[in-house]
């Protein structure tokens, strides 16, 4: 049986493992299923934002109007758009595969690998041992249990991306960010999209008014129901219809699509990894435990990244795997902090959030709320922004910044600054105080934290 120093399960963030250990001269084994380079590169964060990038441009087009500018689209490729992506995603694939096969120290296992025992791995047949064994391999779409559902032929966040022709109508189940992402790229490019969401609001991490804002603005676009479960899905051989119980009204109602799209949440790979073959302990959800190191309950085997559930984007899994790896390798013992861990929706408008909403603040804080909208700086008004607004939560007591939250143009952009403010100990002062360009969209940040008051009103 083959030993490593360091063996690492899953190549999207573990590549930052694999990338620590060699430097310091460890014998590393890379064990992935494929597709290599993990869900963000090949079937989330970068394939959907190049789509949206097209969806955005779509947007501005139809919205210049307002601006006095009368633009016509008269086509949207949708297959170009997709093949755009498709082929960035082959080629990156294709970089990352040479590079890996010129690697002193490293083997490469293409395939699918579990736990046998304690610190022994199976894949393709092949048993190998690590002295330590970082798990980064990730998570999958979750399919709920709707009565039939399974064998449809639904579409789901790796599916999607093989369309080649853009269906006219799309049923998208869930109202969580991916489910209004992809809402806007197909609305954008001509298709008829209703989205159906089991709780009272879309997106639930962010703060109401912004998932009311955001519901406002979808359903200008599409049908957008809220307070909806889907209990049941039917086909007639051409289109599929999904039954729903309105938690509201009461009663069942009926949508019908060309195609369905599930986008209700993740499901963690741990079972894939039958990780009850080592001591490795998930939670009731089935994410691998880990405490503020990233160890997971067995000595030696760390957890970073979507597997183990806590907060699921690749920047902070990128940085879990840097600080696992610093951990292991160095001998360190390094908390990991979620504190300023940010988040973006690339969805129209888009949206921005770091720290906390007002609700969870409130109940551990003495809270000041500060907002403004985009229109009461001079950019905003140039850009006719009447809807985007951003908002700020204060510790009371202290004057730091516990949460900041925008919803409108260049969300994801304006947000850096609360980050770093919230990164580098929260005070607000400097952002408060220093200056920002006129007329520019930043003006936006400093105004929201110049209106604090003690209630959102
Ligand atoms: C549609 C969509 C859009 C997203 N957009 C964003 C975004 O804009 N910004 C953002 O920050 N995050 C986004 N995310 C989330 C982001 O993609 C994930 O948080 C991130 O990819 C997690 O990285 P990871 O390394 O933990 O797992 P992954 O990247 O999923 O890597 C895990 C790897 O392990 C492999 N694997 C699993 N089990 C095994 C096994 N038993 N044996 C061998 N290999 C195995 C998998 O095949 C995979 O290659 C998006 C996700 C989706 C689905």
């Known amino acids: 049986m083959k030993k490593y120093d360091v063996i690492v399960i899953g190549s999207g963030c573990g590549i930052n493992v694999v990338d620590e250990a060699l430097a310091h001269g460890l014998s590393v084994a890379l064990v992935d299923k494929g597709p290599l380079g993990g869900t963000c590169a090949n079937l989330g964060c970068i394939p959907s934002k190049m789509l949206i990038f097209a969806a955005d441009r779509i947007a501005d087009i139809e919205e210049a109007k307002k601006l006095g500018i009368e633009a016509e ?9 997709m093949e ?11 970089h990352m ?6 690697i002193e120290n490293l083997d490469f296992y293409e395939g699918e690998g579990h736990f046998v025992d304690g610190y022994i791995i199976e894949v393709n047949g092949e048993r190998i041992k690590g002295n330590k064994i970082f798990i980064a391999s990730g998570s999958r ?22 369309l080649k022709e853009r269906p006219d109508s799309l049923i998208v189940i869930g109202g969580g960010y991916i489910a209004v992402e992809y809402g806007h790229f197909f609305a954008a490019t001509g298709t008829r999209v209703s989205i159906l969401e089991m709780a009272d609001r879309l997106v639930l991490a962010e703060e109401p008014e912004i998932s009311q804002v955001l519901k406002n603005e979808l359903g200008r676009r599409m049908d ?3 307070g909806v479960q889907a209990e049941e899905v ?7 219809t999904v039954v729903v119980k309105d938690s509201q009204g009461g009663g069942h109602k009926e949508f019908t699509a060309q195609k369905i799209l599930v986008a209700v949440g993740r499901k963690s790979n741990a079972d894939l990894l039958k990780v009850e073959n080592t001591g490795v302990e998930v939670d009731k959800r089935g994410f691998i ?5 990233l160890e997971t309950t067995k000595k030696n085997i760390y957890a970073v990244g979507d597997i183990n559930g806590q907060q699921m984007f690749t920047h902070v899994a990128n940085v879990e795997a840097s600080l696992a790896a610093d951990n292991a390798i160095h001998g360190n013992k390094k908390k990991m902090d979620y504190g300023a861990a940010p988040h973006a929706v690339y969805t129209h408008p888009q949206i921005a959030s770091v720290g906390m909403t007002e609700e969870t603040a409130r109940k551990s804080h003495k809270v000041l709320i500060g907002k403004a909208k985009y229109s009461d700086v001079a950019q905003g008004e140039a850009m006719m922004e009447e809807i985007g607004f951003a908002k700020a939560v204060v510790d009371a007591v202290n004057g730091k910044l516990l949460g900041f939250h925008i919803i409108g143009p260049y969300a994801p952009i304006l947000i850096q600054e609360a980050i770093n403010a919230m990164a580098s100990g929260g005070g607000i002062d400097q952002t408060r105080t220093s200056m920002h360009i006129h007329p520019s969209i930043t003006e936006l940040i400093p105004e929201v934290l110049s209106n604090l008051k003690n209630s959102t009103s």
């Open 97 to 102: 595969r040479q590079a890996l096969s010129h």
């Open 73 to 81: 689209i008269r086509d949207v490729d949708f297959g170009f758009i």
């Open 234 to 240: 039917k086909s007639n051989g051409h289109d599929v």
């Open 289 to 293: 435990q880990v405490n503020e190191y």
């Open 224 to 226: 957008v129901y809220t």
């Open 84 to 94: 755009r992506m498709r082929q960035s995603i082959r080629e990156n694939q294709e």
């Open 141 to 162: 779409p979750f399919i709920p249990p709707i009565k039939g559902l399974e064998g449809l032929g639904y579409l789901t966040n790796e599916t999607v991306l093989q």
